[in-house]
């Protein structure tokens, strides 16, 4: 089955620890992007990428951190940097930039 | 930087009944996507609109976008508790990026 997958689940950290958000892809998509979605609120991009090797930051890459190496991977590091890192993040990824997007089931990261 | 409204906020109907809720954008849609999510879970693709006056359908569900490119509304026919769920408005910016409505929260009351 085609789809994005997120893990884990459910993330716990100490504050001042770094942490990685897992996203991957099988659906051969090229656009790859990672919101976070407070309480009550909307999504709010952080970083996207359209192709290997290349990503741009979105409205809130402060504290963030990605990395594209593989076109079906896009790995987002909360750094310590990041202020108020908890958080329901969830990532996405579509053929191109302006299509829809096809998200994944999310991680909810608490920090301690 | 461009902002999507969705009104109301939350909503409750009784099962069977209609209704609609709306998604305001402060300047021209490039793109119009309608998505529902289950709380706390990702996101699931409905419609997308692109031309002024378009109007899409599945199911009980119909998304038009208006002739200003301005404003798109989602309007459930015959609710269900299957319905229910947060529903959010996302579009494309003319600077590339991608934004996204606070969402509106669906209860359908059996």
């Known amino acids: 089955d085609g789809g994005i997958t997120q893990s884990p689940k459910y993330l716990f950290r100490k504050e001042g620890q770094n942490v990685t958000l897992s996203c991957e892809q099988n659906l051969n998509h090229d656009a790859m992007y990672w919101y976070r979605q407070d309480p009550g609120q909307g999504l709010r991009l952080i970083y996207y990428s359209q192709i290997v090797n290349d990503f741009q930051k979105g409205d809130i890459a402060e504290g963030y951190s990605v990395s594209r190496e593989k076109k079906e991977s896009f790995p987002l590091t909360v750094t310590s940097a990041q202020k108020n890192p908890t958080a329901f993040y969830l990532c996405?990824?579509?053929?191109?930039?302006?299509?829809?997007?096809?998200f994944g089931p999310g991680t909810r990261l608490t920090v301690l | 930087s461009q902002e999507l409204e969705q009104s109301p906020q939350s909503l409750i109907v009784q099962e069977g009944k209609n209704l609609t809720i709306n998604c305001t954008s402060s300047?021209?849609?490039?793109?119009l996507y309608w998505y529902k999510q289950k709380y706390g879970e990702g996101l699931i693709f409905l419609m997308m609109?692109?031309?002024?006056?378009e109007e899409k359908s599945h199911e009980k569900i119909t998304a038009k976008l208006d002739e200003k490119k301005q404003q798109s509304s989602l309007h459930i026919t015959a609710s269900q508790p299957s319905h229910a769920g947060i529903y959010l408005c996302g579009a494309d910016t003319n600077a590339g990026k991608s934004t996204f409505g606070d969402g509106t929260t669906l209860t359908v009351k059996p």
């Open positions: 609109l692109q031309k002024g006056g």
């Open positions: 300047k021209t849609l490039y793109g």
């Open positions: 996405a990824s579509s053929p191109l930039r302006g299509l829809e997007q096809f």
